[in-house]
């Protein structure tokens, strides 16, 4: 009984220390939680209070409070451009500054754009004046689509400067933007200078996450650990764990709480950290000379009696790398240039062929014969029924009665050499029948042995008789048969195939199912285009250039930015050189011949022919896309190394399809820029 009791006293202890030590964790968490979020509201609120002193314009801030504001905020960095606009209303010079120089999706940039107008003489004396006027901006995409119009500008600067004019814009996503400056005059003169701008996307902010996950964890955890508290704890009863849907009833308050713990943190960390890195952005102070936030630079402007050629830019990495600006190596190649001729597409005459009906009728066309549709050498492509007229079918008519007299006539001998042939059958068996019967009586010793031999010969004379008898049958048998298939064929309605005489698709259909037509007409055209023939025209003074060319390439219009080559490295060939000159234009037809396997030359379609005249030599030549004209002068932007570029005006020979000889100006292996050059026109001087 002592030992009962003193279990049943050890159950009771055990349970209860079990007790507390749960009302421990259960306390322990809540605990937790209070101060984890009180820790937060506090940081929170640290945060909030440093935030409603930023930006803050105070009228005379002291000494320290206004180093404390430098170092907080770097020099910004400031990307610098210049653009002279040149129309009837005037000369105009815009200078643009951009910070930062690398605008993220979302973020605010700044643009500060001065205007001035070159005057030349006059009572206001000569040199740039400030534009006084109204100046409105609007944001585009590189495609030309418009995101933003007619945003007004403030004017800049602590008094205003005359003629310059700001505007602050969120790109909504990165990409390539253009951003245009609409001016007008105070007289009504008005004109407009757009400008590229190259956006990023911000990067990640990963404490925002690192943040989100702590809270994740926390709220979680405090809602298993409260729940798991409950499940362990046992009644004092009976000793069984409590039920799960009583922890869980128990476990709600705190699990609201926690929820609105975690919605209220990640509300907190969106708006103090959101998930892509935000930057405190500097205004844009005053430019001046010693600018070390600029990125883009402009050296030296240049000859102008050349147009600018020897103007040295700076850009920097950074800036290179917005502007996408890509270089190419100047190089010694054979290039495919000299005559330009226009030439046209035509199919082979072998590749094309006219399906007509041999007889006037009505035609039936095969199904899937269609516009387009291919059609083998020798099929069949429908037929024509032939009618014919009451004189001919009355003739027919007389025909079909003499072949039918003819047939009847070969079915009566027919019949008669059937029975003359069993007849001979009869006699054959009768004389078998003898030659057994003497046979017999010979062995007998009852008859002469010269009975046996007559009934052998009349044996064998019935059997011939049959045989003879059997192939007159045959041969009557047969002719009526040809007698009645005549009769059969004597029909007023006959047939005629329609059959493709080549390999090709259905280029033109002229005719329906059922449809009247006469003998010759035009039913459909087959064409082959797998191999055309390009036909120029050459005038005589050239022709004997193309008779010492043996390669050649082609364009059209069809298959824009796609150049073909003929004769070395490409496919294709001269066929012929025209024997004869065209007396009214002097020209000689130039016929190559070419592959067309997607059949994307089409027959009549127009090319321009490139006949090769710089033979087998390697020149000096660029990229055509490096290759800038501007105001009768031809222009490339040479890649000096690092962050410098010049503009050098080059003189060029013969044009290819893909580059351009360059007889001066720049040297074999210098780099010219290929990609981004609107860039660095709309960066340089006089651009």
Known sequence: MNSVRRKFIEQTNSHKRATQAVARLRRALCVLLITVAAIFSAVTALHLKASAHEGEDHSQPTRATT????AARPAVAVRTAERNVQTEAGNFRAQLRQAPTDPRAGEEAQFEIALTEKIEGGFGGAGDQPVAGTVTARVTTAAGQTLAGNLATHAEGNPPHPGVYGVHYAFPDNGEYKIFFDARTQDGRTFSVD?????VHAPTNWLFWLGLGILTLLSGGTIYGYYYSWRIERDEIDGERVPATVAWRKTLPVAIAALIFFSVGTAALAYFSPPRERRDIAHLSPPTANDAGATTSVATAGDP??????????????????FGIRTAPVTERQIVGGLKVAGVVRARPDARAVISPPVSGRVFLDGGIRLGAAIGRGERVGYVEQILGAPEQASLEGQRIQ?????????ARATEQQSLAQQALTRLTQARRELQRATNLVEAGAAPRRRVEEAQTAVLLAGQEVASAEQQARIASQQAGLARDSVARVDPVRTFPLLSPITGLVSTLNVATGQQVEAGAELLNIVNLST??????VFERDLPTVRES?????????MPDEVYRIGEGGDGQLVTIGQAIEPRTRTAGVIYEVPNPLNRLRDGMFVE????TTGNKSVLSVPKEAVITEQGRTFIFVFRGGETYEKRVVVLGSAGQDYNEV???????ERVVTEGIYQLRSTQPGA
Do not use: C
Request: overall charge positive; hydrophobic content about 45%; proline content about 2%.
């Open 663 to 669: 007889r001066s100006g720049v040297q074999a292996g």
């Open 195 to 199: 400008f590229p701008v190259s956006v």
């Open 550 to 558: 043996r390669r050649a390439s082609y364009t059209a219009a069809a």
């Open 403 to 411: 072949l039918r007299t003819a047939a009847l006539e070969q079915q």
């Open 67 to 70: 180093t404390t504001n430098v």
């Open 609 to 612: 022919i490139t006949i090769d």
């Open 305 to 322: 009696a050349l147009g600018g050629s020897g103007a040295i830019l700076t850009i920097s990495k950074d800036s290179q790398l917005l």
């Open 532 to 537: 055309v023939f390009l036909e120029a025209q």
